[in-house]
């Protein structure tokens, strides 16, 4: 299979061939190892090469659903047994992973064909994709720019061509703000609904869920019911849907009531693209029959910002001191921004870490009544074109003041000082809208409606009451049909012509 050829098909319709015997998937893999390495240079994508054990598991893939299809596996909790899982961090890159996490059991049994490893920000902590270690990932509509984080490296990837599909996961809108960015589509699911385990069974209360970065709503569709199910160590297990997910794609979506907001829940500036994104998603939703109207729930952003944040900056710190206590690494092998999350986290108190996830409720109650009056709400994914690269790194007193406080230990003056809003605060107002989604634990996803005068894609945000992944893909499938975008090819890398063939 040429690579011109190769680019052409969805992992849906790989698959096809593939069963059908025009292809076989050796030499599926190979035309997906060229693209690859003809990408990487540009877009630094991938962090750690799979190719031997990928071309053992092509010579004879399992029989599924996605047979043969080649995949990648984003660099964080997506263990495949014998290759480390760095999560971007030194300390991580060269210890091997003892088993396969589960979802990655999952795509195998489908028949997916693991060939590499994805570049995240340290642990994921971030909406750009550009760690100390391995260096930036670069968008692939524009290199200047991000493909957005933490699943950075599997959306660059997939947008580029490397392969139909990759694994992501989201604690923040870590699939939604790359899809956004890359011109993808990124459904990630409800609390629950895919696994997380053996080594963890539900991160951060629940708040990050595994799932996949797609061109087509066909794909992620089969892919969530690939994914789907409770394992045997889930904490609870959660209702099955109704019918298949590859069966919504196509079915009748209905009327539905959408509210939309393009106000920032932090009170921030939003870019005019991204308000203009939005207000033109609610045109083309009532063309098509939906009733829609501004509308958004009674949610005091910045107190759910804060509340999650409780829960993130203790999740650092515990992460920083296990794995500091697993390998014996000290604060040279950390990025100084994750040891300043780190820091915070050790400032607070277990109380504060309690009342802060009781606080939750509260924001969950609010999100059930908006979505009591209204199917889904719309938004802005993310608050802007995508960044430029380095956009949010800290200017260089910023950086000194931080590590001093980190060095001298003085986690409690931390909390009082303004660096926690200037820090924190400075990424999350390129990315205020996701957060809602992960902290309630309903379902969300970011559909490519949008691309900037420049060019550059920007995505809107769909989000949908508990166990509404259903709903979200029906939607999905209709808007695909009625602004197509698969076919849309970025322009920051070279694209083969079949003609030189």
């Given at each position: 299979?040429?690579?011109?050829e190769?680019?052409?098909h969805?992992a849906?319709?790989?698959?096809a061939?593939?069963?059908?015997?025009?292809?076989?998937a050796?030499e599926?893999l190979e035309?997906?190892?060229?693209?690859?390495?003809?990408?990487?240079?540009?877009?630094?994508?991938?962090v750690?090469?799979?190719?031997?054990?990928?071309?053992?598991?092509?010579?004879d893939?399992?029989?599924?659903p996605?047979?043969?299809?080649?995949?990648?596996?984003?660099?964080?909790?997506q263990?495949?047994?014998?290759f480390?899982?760095?999560?971007?961090?030194?300390a991580?890159r060269?210890?091997?992973?003892?088993?396969?996490?589960?979802?990655?059991r999952?795509?195998l049994?489908a028949?997916?064909?693991?060939?590499?490893?994805?570049?995240?920000?340290?642990?994921?902590?971030?909406?750009?994709?550009?760690?100390?270690?391995?260096?930036?990932?670069?968008?692939?509509w524009?290199t200047?720019?991000?493909?957005?984080?933490s699943?950075g490296?599997?959306?660059?990837?997939?947008?580029?061509?490397?392969?139909?599909?990759?694994g992501?996961?989201?604690?923040?809108?870590?699939?939604?703000?790359?899809?956004?960015?890359?011109g993808?589509?990124?459904?990630?699911p409800?609390r629950?609904?895919?696994p997380?385990?053996?080594?963890?069974g539900?991160?951060?209360?629940?708040?990050?869920?595994n799932?996949?970065l797609t061109?087509?709503v066909r794909?992620?569709a089969l892919?969530?019911d690939?994914?789907?199910g409770?394992?045997a160590?889930s904490p609870?297990?959660i209702?099955?849907?109704?019918?298949?997910?590859?069966?919504?794609?196509?079915h009748?979506v209905g009327?539905?009531r959408?509210?939309?907001?393009?106000?920032?829940?932090?009170g921030?500036r939003?870019?005019?693209e991204?308000?203009?994104?939005?207000?033109?998603?609610?045109?083309?939703l009532?063309?098509l029959?939906?009733?829609?109207?501004?509308?958004?729930p009674?949610?005091d952003?910045?107190?759910?910002t804060?509340d999650?944040?409780?829960?993130?900056?203790g999740s650092?710190a515990a992460?920083v001191?296990?794995?500091?206590a697993?390998?014996?690494?000290?604060?040279d092998?950390?990025?100084?921004?994750?040891?300043f999350?780190?820091?915070?986290?050790r400032?607070?108190?277990?109380?504060d870490?309690?009342?802060?996830?009781?606080?939750?409720?509260?924001?969950?109650?609010a999100?059930?009544?908006?979505?009591s009056?209204?199917?889904?709400?719309?938004?802005?994914?993310?608050?802007g074109?995508?960044l430029?690269?380095?956009?949010l790194?800290p200017?260089?007193?910023?950086?000194?003041?931080e590590?001093?406080l980190?060095?001298?230990r003085?986690?409690?003056?931390?909390?009082?000082?303004d660096?926690?809003?200037?820090?924190?605060m400075n990424?999350?107002?390129?990315?205020p809208?996701?957060l809602?989604?992960?902290?309630t634990?309903?379902?969300?996803?970011?559909?490519?409606?949008?691309?900037?005068p420049a060019?550059?894609?920007?995505?809107v945000q769909?989000i949908?009451?508990?166990a509404?992944?259903g709903?979200?893909l029906r939607?999905?499938?209709?808007?695909e049909?009625?602004r197509?975008?698969?076919?849309?090819?970025?322009?920051?890398?070279p694209f083969?012509?079949?003609?030189d063939?």
């Amino acid at each position: 299979m040429r690579v011109d050829e190769y680019l052409h098909h969805d992992a849906v319709g790989l698959a096809a061939l593939i069963d059908k015997g025009e292809v076989n998937a050796l030499e599926v893999l190979e035309a997906a190892i060229t693209r690859a390495e003809q990408v990487q240079p540009r877009l630094n994508a991938l962090v750690l090469t799979m190719y031997d054990e990928a071309r053992r598991i092509a010579a004879d893939p399992p029989k599924g659903p996605l047979s043969g299809v080649p995949f990648l596996l984003k660099d964080l909790f997506q263990d495949y047994a014998g290759f480390p899982t760095s999560a971007g961090n030194r300390a991580l890159r060269h210890i091997p992973a003892p088993h396969h996490a589960e979802i990655v059991r999952r795509w195998l049994d489908a028949g997916l064909v693991p060939f590499a490893k994805t570049n995240v920000p340290e642990f994921g902590a971030k909406g750009i994709t550009e760690p100390r270690e391995f260096g930036p990932t670069r968008n692939p509509w524009n290199t200047a720019h991000t493909p957005g984080g933490s699943s950075g490296g599997s959306a660059a990837a997939v947008a580029a061509g490397v392969v139909p599909a990759a694994g992501g996961n989201d604690g923040g809108g870590s699939i939604r703000i790359p899809a956004a960015c890359c011109g993808l589509f990124g459904l990630k699911p409800g609390r629950g609904r895919v696994p997380f385990g053996p080594s963890w069974g539900e991160p951060m209360h629940g708040a990050s869920v595994n799932g996949v970065l797609t061109r087509t709503v066909r794909d992620s569709a089969l892919l969530l019911d690939v994914m789907a199910g409770p394992e045997a160590t889930s904490p609870y297990p959660i209702a099955p849907p109704e019918r298949p997910y590859t069966r919504e794609v196509g079915h009748d979506v209905g009327r539905l009531r959408i509210g939309f907001t393009d106000r920032s829940p932090l009170g921030t500036r939003v870019h005019p693209e991204a308000v203009r994104a939005v207000r033109d998603a609610a045109a083309l939703l009532e063309s098509l029959g939906h009733d829609v109207e501004e509308a958004e729930p009674a949610i005091d952003g910045r107190a759910l910002t804060e509340d999650f944040l409780n829960l993130w900056y203790g999740s650092m710190a515990a992460l920083v001191d296990g794995i500091k206590a697993d390998t014996g690494c000290s604060d040279d092998d950390f990025e100084t921004d994750t040891l300043f999350l780190a820091a915070m986290g050790r400032a607070r108190t277990a109380s504060d870490y309690v009342r802060g996830h009781d606080r939750w409720n509260a924001h969950v109650l609010a999100l059930a009544d908006f979505h009591s009056r209204h199917d889904l709400l719309l938004t802005p994914t993310i608050a802007g074109p995508p960044l430029t690269i380095g956009r949010l790194d800290p200017p260089t007193w910023l950086r000194s003041a931080e590590r001093l406080l980190v060095r001298t230990r003085t986690e409690r003056l931390v909390t009082r000082t303004d660096l926690v809003t200037t820090e924190v605060m400075n990424n999350l107002t390129a990315t205020p809208f996701t957060l809602v989604a992960n902290l309630t634990g309903t379902p969300a996803m970011s559909v490519p409606l949008h691309r900037t005068p420049a060019g550059l894609p920007l995505g809107v945000q769909f989000i949908a009451p508990a166990a509404g992944e259903g709903l979200l893909l029906r939607l999905a499938a209709q808007l695909e049909q009625a602004r197509p975008w698969a076919h849309h090819r970025p322009t920051g890398v070279p694209f083969p012509d079949p003609a030189d063939a």
